[in-house]
T-cell receptor, first 114, second 110 residues
């Protein structure tokens, strides 16, 4: 498995501001992903964080709104830009472990936008 | 469009019974499947992974995969109140992308 530290665990933000979420994993992993989970819903993949290059975004998500960085194999950030109440959600960092191909999640960042 | 379908529940079982959770998937190219447990307010926790047709057992949990029918299930034996949670089924495609079902809420009654 992998130990994933994600912060902040929660935050309350004002409309129009931006928030950066950090994700640190305790071992080198091949893939890092960012998911969103809206209340009562399942997980939606936002993007794959690629080391040293631009993230790969899923349909409906764009870099201007969700810029992602991954400077090395164990760290990534997701920024939620120009927030609106519709961005209120839980954002989850996840990693795929090399040996098993299994996906593990951080504890999540619960974001509330007023 | 990659899809995983699950009955949203809630599925209610008495303590000690067998809970049976099911999902179907749309992508025949998917090779790997996973079951996650998610407690309210917490992040998903991996319970089982299964890659081959047939059954895979781990303690009280048994995962079953039938690729011909595109069907994955999870059996929980001797269900406990602590098993009450939402169970997410997930499939992997393109060797690194995971897609999730909407989850089945399980309620184990003491």
């Amino acid at each position: 498995s992998a130990v994933i530290s994600q912060k902040p665990s929660r935050d309350i933000c004002q409309r129009g501001t931006s928030l950066t979420i950090q994700c640190q994993v305790d071992s080198q992993v091949t893939m890092m992903f960012w998911y969103r989970q809206q209340p009562g819903q399942s997980l939606t993949l936002i993007a794959t964080a690629n080391q040293g290059s631009e993230a790969t975004y899923e349909s409906g998500f764009v870099i201007d709104k969700f810029p992602i960085s991954r400077p090395n194999l164990t760290f990534s950030t997701l920024t939620v830009s120009n927030m609106s109440p519709e961005d209120s959600s839980i954002y989850l960092c996840s990693v795929e472990v090399m040996d098993t191909g299994e996906l593990f999640f951080g504890e999540g960042s619960r974001l509330t936008v007023l | 469009q990659k899809e995983v379908e699950q009955n949203s529940g809630p599925l209610s079982v008495p303590e000690g019974a067998i809970a049976s959770l099911n999902c179907t998937y749309s992508d025949r190219g998917s090779q790997s499947f996973f079951w996650y447990r998610q407690y309210s307010g917490k992040s998903p926790e991996l319970i089982m992974s299964i890659y081959s047709n047939g059954d895979k057992e781990d303690g009280r949990f048994t995962a079953q995969l039938n690729k011909a029918s595109q069907y994955v299930s999870l059996l929980i034996r001797d269900s406990q109140p602590s098993d009450s949670a939402t169970y997410l089924c997930a499939g992997e495609y393109n060797f690194n992308k995971f897609y999730f079902g909407s989850g089945t809420k399980l309620n184990v009654k003491p």
